[in-house]
C-alpha cells in the first residue's frame, strides 16, 4: 500500500523553539493532512495574508507538506514576504529531514529562524527506502529521475514490481500533465509503508 504518511522524528538540537513567546494561533490545526489543510485556508487566508501560523501544529503529511509548500508558493505571488510561524521542536526537525525547507521559495521567512536545519539532513535525501522527500518537478527529467525512485521505493516494500509499475505509471500522467498543463512546476511527497 502506498500512502502519503509521515511521523515526526525527536528534535536534536535542543529546546530553542521553546523560547518564542508568541501565542500559538487557535485555528492552526494540531495535524495537518489533505482534509485539515482545507480548515487551515478558511480559517487563516494565509494565501491572502501572506502569514501561515503553525504554531499550534505538531505534525504534517507529505500530503500537508505538498499543500503547505504550493499554497506558500502561490502566497509569493502576491506578497512580497510571506511567514512561517512554528514552534514544535520535532515538527522543524521532520521539516528539514523531509526535504521540505529547501523546496521553500526565498520569499519565505520562518519563524523562529532555522537557518541551520536547512541542510542538516541533505546526506540522507533520496537514500531512504520508504520515502520520497518533497520533490520539485520542473521538467521531463526531474520527473524521470523521480519515475526510477518511485519503482525502487514501492518495489522495496511490495516486492512485485507490477506494484511499482503502477504507481510509476499514475505518476507519470499525472507529472506530465503537471508539466505540460499545470504552469510547469509542481511538488511531490511519496511515503511507503508496509
Partial sequence: MV?????PVPFAYGSR????????????PE????????????QQDPVET???????????????????????EASTKVNTEVQLLLRDDSLCTYLARSGFLIALPPACRIEPEVADLYHAYDHRIGRSPMLIEVTRLYDRDALDVL???TIDTVAHVRHRRNDALDVAALLS???GNLLEHGGGSGLLALQVYR
Fill in 147 to 149: 519515475l526510477d525512485r
Fill in 50 to 72: 501572506g502569514l501561515f501560523d503553525l504554531r499550534a501544529t505538531g505534525f504534517i503529511a507529505p500530503s500537508g507538506l505538498v499543500n503547505l509548500g504550493l499554497a506558500i
Fill in 31 to 42: 495535524k495537518i493532512d489533505s482534509v485539515t489543510f482545507d480548515r487551515l485556508l478558511a
Fill in 3 to 7: 500512502l502519503l504518511a509521515a511521523e
Fill in 17 to 28: 523553539f521553546a523560547q518564542n513567546q508568541m501565542s500559538a494561533s487557535p485555528s492552526a
Fill in 173 to 175: 500522467e499525472l507529472g
